[in-house]
């Protein structure tokens, strides 16, 4: 390690006890997607107390802040996600919202938020060849659906995802490359595989009300239609390939309003996953086929409300860059090198910004339970939250240091797979909502 890494190093660590308090305060005060006004507030409040140039409200809750070092001819985000999962079992779930954060944004956020006390040091800022981003972005976790839709009504945003959204509003157009986090069970790790991209449903069955013992025959069961839709549904799976790694996973969010009433109303949200982007359409339009035949069946009506979700990750090989950041953060771990070839059918934004520029990803431990669990939960602050904002922050450095050597380098390799306006234009284009009513048929 040259001077300059031993002072990042020095910095977090003199550090360690402020860190680890924002974290756990982001953990413990978790907030859902686009609703992230408290923890945008802690972390912008981090970064004015920095004196660096900060914007807010991107995408309703994100926020932005940079530091100018040395020339700004290449420009590095670090980025930290907003968000919790609504899982109210959890013991630190938010009472009234059910919020938690049971996949480890808060460690995100944290890790960016000690990079920031490091390289924002002047001496080490000098020591930059380029400008580096604080960015805290909001809704990763693609839930909430019918929330979202009614945002995208009123005019506040236009897709679910944050970085999707972000990306449309231009907030990546001053981001040259990027490096993203994420806690994992298996301690460290470098790069990863590809995942799956989806869409997102809403499914609108309306029928009639009528006394559910004295006269149902006057009703239409809209509950019934649903659960055909939802037998229709299943009747389809053996037609996904394996290989295209399909998942279609809904959830009833209304099933009618009381027990001796018709349900006149059913509700279903669902995404619809797959592994490439001709396979999720092909799954899309069989999901719409099964929830319009139960439906039809009834004699119900029937709305699908069809939104863009987010783009499969892209394979990334193993960073030497972050390779050798993990290991001056942690000389005592493991370094694990992701497989480029391994697939999971998980999703997340990141590969929508895969696709526009270029991204380093690395994962970091202590945490266990299980993700998107109520069992999930910090178990080594050091490793979850010091390891995390130590390689933010070194590679950072190693990427900017020598007038930013290294990250022309990458840009200089990288070749988008989507111009912004190229990107838009295919969210665009699977955003639809189709009615049709078969009650007088």
Same mark, same amino acid.
């Given at each position: 390690m040259d001077r300059i890494e031993q002072r990042i190093i020095a910095i977090i660590d003199q550090n360690k006890e402020k860190i680890i308090s924002?974290? /756990?305060? *982001?953990? +413990?005060? @978790?907030?859902?997607?686009? %609703?992230e006004f408290r923890t945008a507030a802690k972390f912008a409040g981090v970064l004015k107390e920095l004196n660096l140039q900060t914007e807010e409200g991107l995408a309703i809750t994100g926020v932005k802040g940079y530091l100018k070092g040395g020339r700004q001819e290449v420009s590095l985000a670090l980025i930290g996600e907003l968000d919790a999962l609504k899982i109210p079992s959890h013991p630190f779930a938010n009472s009234e919202t059910g919020a938690a954060h049971c996949c480890g944004h808060n460690v995100q956020l944290t890790g960016v938020v000690g990079a920031a006390l490091a390289l924002s040091n002047p001496e080490i800022a000098a020591a930059l060849?380029?400008?580096?981003i604080f960015f805290a972005v909001p809704a990763e976790e693609y839930g909430e659906i019918e929330f979202k839709n009614q945002l995208k009504e009123e005019g506040k945003i236009r897709y679910g995802?944050? %970085?999707?959204?972000? *990306? /449309?509003?231009?907030?990546?157009?001053d981001v040259d490359l990027a490096i993203v986090n994420h806690s994992g069970e298996d301690g460290i790790s470098i790069g990863s595989g590809s995942s799956n991209g989806f869409v997102s449903k809403v499914v609108r069955y309306s029928g009639r009300e009528a006394h559910a013992a004295a006269a149902p025959e006057k009703g239409i069961n809209a509950l019934n239609a649903a659960s055909l839709g939802l037998a229709a549904l299943a009747f389809q799976r053996e037609t996904f390939r394996d290989q295209d790694a399909v998942r279609v996973h809904p959830i009833v969010t209304k099933g009618g309003n009381l027990v001796n009433v018709v349900p006149n109303e059913v509700v279903i949200e669902t995404l619809v996953r797959a592994r490439n982007v001709e396979a999720i359409l092909d799954a899309e339009k069989k999901t719409d086929r099964a929830f319009k035949a139960g439906a039809q069946a009834i004699g119900a009506a029937i709305e699908i409300a069809t939104m863009p979700g987010y783009l499969p990750r892209l394979p990334q090989p193993a960073s030497t860059i972050l390779i050798e950041a993990a290991r001056e953060a942690a000389p005592q771990a493991v370094i694990h090198e992701a497989d480029p070839a391994s697939h999971k059918t998980s999703s997340t934004d990141v590969g929508d910004l895969e696709h526009v520029l270029?991204?380093?990803g690395f994962y970091t431990g202590g945490v266990a339970g299980g993700a998107h669990t109520d069992k999930f939960? *910090?178990?080594?602050?050091?490793?979850?939250?010091? *390891? +995390? @904002? &130590?390689?933010? @922050?070194?590679?950072?450095? &190693?990427?900017? /240091?020598?007038? @930013?050597a290294k990250a022309r380098e990458l840009t200089g390799q990288y070749r988008p797979k989507y111009t912004r306006e190229q990107y838009i234009d295919f969210m665009e284009d699977l955003i639809r909502t189709e009615n049709k009513n078969y009650k007088d048929e």
């Amino acid at each position: 390690m040259d001077r300059i890494e031993q002072r990042i190093i020095a910095i977090i660590d003199q550090n360690k006890e402020k860190i680890i308090s924002f974290g /756990r305060d *982001i953990y +413990t005060h @978790a907030e859902l997607g686009y %609703k992230e006004f408290r923890t945008a507030a802690k972390f912008a409040g981090v970064l004015k107390e920095l004196n660096l140039q900060t914007e807010e409200g991107l995408a309703i809750t994100g926020v932005k802040g940079y530091l100018k070092g040395g020339r700004q001819e290449v420009s590095l985000a670090l980025i930290g996600e907003l968000d919790a999962l609504k899982i109210p079992s959890h013991p630190f779930a938010n009472s009234e919202t059910g919020a938690a954060h049971c996949c480890g944004h808060n460690v995100q956020l944290t890790g960016v938020v000690g990079a920031a006390l490091a390289l924002s040091n002047p001496e080490i800022a000098a020591a930059l060849g380029g400008e580096v981003i604080f960015f805290a972005v909001p809704a990763e976790e693609y839930g909430e659906i019918e929330f979202k839709n009614q945002l995208k009504e009123e005019g506040k945003i236009r897709y679910g995802g944050g %970085k999707c959204e972000l *990306i /449309r509003l231009g907030a990546f157009d001053d981001v040259d490359l990027a490096i993203v986090n994420h806690s994992g069970e298996d301690g460290i790790s470098i790069g990863s595989g590809s995942s799956n991209g989806f869409v997102s449903k809403v499914v609108r069955y309306s029928g009639r009300e009528a006394h559910a013992a004295a006269a149902p025959e006057k009703g239409i069961n809209a509950l019934n239609a649903a659960s055909l839709g939802l037998a229709a549904l299943a009747f389809q799976r053996e037609t996904f390939r394996d290989q295209d790694a399909v998942r279609v996973h809904p959830i009833v969010t209304k099933g009618g309003n009381l027990v001796n009433v018709v349900p006149n109303e059913v509700v279903i949200e669902t995404l619809v996953r797959a592994r490439n982007v001709e396979a999720i359409l092909d799954a899309e339009k069989k999901t719409d086929r099964a929830f319009k035949a139960g439906a039809q069946a009834i004699g119900a009506a029937i709305e699908i409300a069809t939104m863009p979700g987010y783009l499969p990750r892209l394979p990334q090989p193993a960073s030497t860059i972050l390779i050798e950041a993990a290991r001056e953060a942690a000389p005592q771990a493991v370094i694990h090198e992701a497989d480029p070839a391994s697939h999971k059918t998980s999703s997340t934004d990141v590969g929508d910004l895969e696709h526009v520029l270029p991204v380093l990803g690395f994962y970091t431990g202590g945490v266990a339970g299980g993700a998107h669990t109520d069992k999930f939960a *910090i178990v080594d602050e050091e490793a979850a939250y010091i *390891i +995390t @904002a &130590k390689i933010f @922050a070194l590679a950072a450095y &190693k990427l900017l /240091r020598d007038n @930013a050597a290294k990250a022309r380098e990458l840009t200089g390799q990288y070749r988008p797979k989507y111009t912004r306006e190229q990107y838009i234009d295919f969210m665009e284009d699977l955003i639809r909502t189709e009615n049709k009513n078969y009650k007088d048929e």
